[in-house]
């Protein structure tokens, strides 16, 4: 005998979201509306407070900076590496090498801009 559609939706879902499936989906919802209570507790007391609030602001922008001027020096260490690594093969190969060195760059450049 087989299952109404009722009973087949049903199972389908049991089978799909599973019963810790749906478990974890609402710890997560509680998490996120935990995390909106605190963001909105946070954000009412540099409300409160206009000049912690400007301090706070001051050392997010040096933070961003930091991590602005971190990623500029992995970048030149990078370029560097690949120059030195250029220097460390045999002439007759350092053609060859750089192609696919170039390659390579452009390939994860393309990747970056896409936001992959």
Partial sequence: MGMTDEEAIGSL??????????????????????????????????????????????????????KIREAAALVLIAKSAAKLGVKLVPEDLREEMAKELVGAVEKEIATILEGR
């Avoid at 019963?19 to 954000?43: C, F, N, Q, S």
């Fill in 13 to 66: 879902l049991k089978s799909t979201l599973g019963i810790t499936h749906t478990e974890d989906i609402l710890l997560d919802a509680v998490r996120d509306l935990v995390r909106e209570e605190v963001k909105g507790y946070i954000h009412q007391k540099l409300e409160d407070h206009p000049s912690l609030k400007e301090e706070f602001k001051a050392g997010v922008k040096a933070l961003m900076e930091a």
